[in-house]
């Protein structure tokens, strides 16, 4: 069904669900991982992770090749928009010329909150140069909608703050970005639990992204496979559409007509 493919920048993706790349305890576990929850896209937090710019060593490249995955290079540990422009530049470089990447400029180390006016700098100056930008950024409309018209090819709202595992706090503001966007929302930053990402979904978000969540539960690879399944079943809970709210009115799930009368 073409409503269950994912379409950014023009390719095509059966998962819905986007999976960061570090925090696990080896690159094992990582592949491991990704594999359970059927991620195609990764992200890569270019300052953190070998994908060559460290000969000898162990490199993500070898545990998920990029003939199997779609890599999403990332800004992560940036605050400036020079210095995320510079990092993606050196990622399109290791990348033979990669051009699909995550922008996010950060605000300060305590929250993680986007920078938003570096944010947009640095959005318009990426996709100038060529790039298919991704972005992360505040659950702000307005800003959301700034940014779609730079030509960023998705928004990625955070849901809350990176980390955190604290779920959707502003599902209106989400609506409203979803209800006005012409490219993918995917929620970014917070989800804590399936449930969350299943809400994401529900909601109407067109994807999620989440690294921590799988990352740092008890068991890494069956949170990945739960997650698999929460994006999955949002995903077509939205599509069916759920039934109205009725408050201060029950209404009986058997049919009224036609009842046997009762025994004398």
Known sequence: MTQNILTIAGKTYRSRLLVGTGKYKDFAQTREAIVASGAEIVTVAIRRTNIGQEPGQPSLLDALPPEEFTYLPNTAGCYTAADAVRTLRLARELLDGHDLVKLEVLGDSHTLFPNMPATLEAA??????????????????????MLEDIGCVAIMPLASLIGSGMGILNPWNLKLIIEQARVPVLVDAGVGTASDAA????LGCDGVLMNTAIAAAGDPVLMAGAMKKAVEAGREAFLAGRMPRKFYSATPSSPGEGLMSPCA
């Open 199 to 202: 809400i994401a979904m529900e």
């Open 124 to 145: 318009k100056t990426l996709v100038a140069d060529g790039f298919k930008v991704m972005v992360y950024c505040a659950d702000d409309p307005i800003q959301a909608r």
